[in-house]
């Protein structure tokens, strides 16, 4: 299932040097799993076919942030879809199990749902931001409507005064001033537009948030600020996290586990300090090598084994 070195202190890290144990040792993930992924398998039928995704097992555990990273159609995407039932065709899930466990305390055979149960699954357990998404607000009602068509649709049983106070204090939860309620999308920067999207996302307190490349199309700072706030997110409201990015750098910063997936596989997957540390896969090490860093301070502190203070002057 999950491999994972035991590495020591973090602080005494860096890249290439002896471990402080003599050989990685193997231990499961380290929390209860809210879900469980194998031998996942999905193709696209179209033309000559692609395996996009060849027999995925992974666990994620509650509450952890687990960076999925692969370079442009390795299948990322193709595996967040299958997860949250968005696949249409040509795609085909061809074999695997994906299981979602409740922390009310069942388990929900995700490829088993159908009609209601799979409108109420989707966004209440597991909720998305996709790729792209800052550009997919209804441009002809107002932010404040859109959300509180998701509470109409899933809490039906909500008052109108409720639903939008809720609205108001998700746009406050993610950064957002709540007078942008009245506003609509083409009136917010690309920064604001995203952090609406994760508003919805977490509109219904998921208990896993995929997202899908939710940061590449900002500039740095913006960026910045909006990884600070899922992380503090989900510390405040323990959901776990699949965040997708090709930039594995980035991912360092924020993962506590990184998985690399290569042609539809999950190559390696390792806590994300050891990972850094001790890459198993050459293609691992070629994908650490080849993305110019982001540089936030808890990347320097993951990337040189040394403290920010020390890092910055
Ligand atoms: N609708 C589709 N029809 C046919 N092939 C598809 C379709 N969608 C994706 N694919 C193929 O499946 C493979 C995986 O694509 P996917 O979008 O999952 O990759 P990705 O890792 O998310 O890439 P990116 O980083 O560019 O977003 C690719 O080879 C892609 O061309
Ligand atoms: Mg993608």
């Not at 466990?101 to 909720?127: C, M, Q």
């Not at 009136?187 to 998921?206: F, T």
């Amino acid at each position: 299932m999950i491999t994972s070195s035991d590495s020591g202190a973090p602080g005494r890290l860096s890249r290439g040097a002896t471990p402080a144990s003599p050989a990685p040792t193997i231990r499961p993930v380290h929390r209860m799993p809210v879900l469980s992924i194998a031998h996942l398998s999905v193709d696209y039928l179209a033309g000559r076919g692609v395996h996009a995704v060849r027999d995925v097992s992974l666990e994620v555990g509650r509450g952890e942030i687990l960076g999925l990273a692969g370079e442009s159609g390795c299948g990322k995407s193709t595996l967040a879809y299958a997860v949250t039932r968005l696949l249409t065709p040509p795609a085909l899930v061809t074999s695997g199990e994906i299981v979602f466990h409740s922390r009310e305390g069942y388990d929900i055979d995700i490829r088993a749902l159908t009609g209601a149960d799979l409108r109420d699954f989707r966004w209440d357990k597991v909720a998305m931001v996709f790729q792209g998404a800052m550009n997919s607000l209804n441009p002809v009602i107002t932010i404040g409507r859109q959300i509180d068509d998701v509470f109409t649709t899933h809490r039906p049983a909500m008052t109108r005064s409720e639903r939008r106070e809720r609205a108001a204090e998700l746009l406050t939860t993610v950064g957002v001033d709540p007078i942008r309620l009245n506003s609509f999308a083409h009136e917010l920067s690309g920064g604001m537009r995203q952090r609406v999207m994760i508003a919805m996302a977490l509109a219904l307190d998921p208990q896993v948030l995929i997202m899908d490349e939710p940061t590449t199309a900002l500039d740095v700072v913006v960026q910045r600020e909006i990884l600070d706030e899922i992380t503090r997110l989900r510390h405040e409201r323990g959901f776990a996290v699949i965040f997708i990015t090709h930039d594995l750098q980035l991912l360092l910063e924020i993962s506590d586990r990184i998985a690399i997936m290569r042609e539809g596989a999950i190559v390696e997957l390792n806590q994300a300090v050891d990972l850094y540390a001790h890459p198993r896969e050459p293609y691992t090490r070629m994908l650490l090598d080849s993305f110019p860093s982001l540089t936030g301070q808890r990347g320097g502190f993951v990337r040189t084994g040394r403290g920010d203070e020390e890092e910055r002057p």
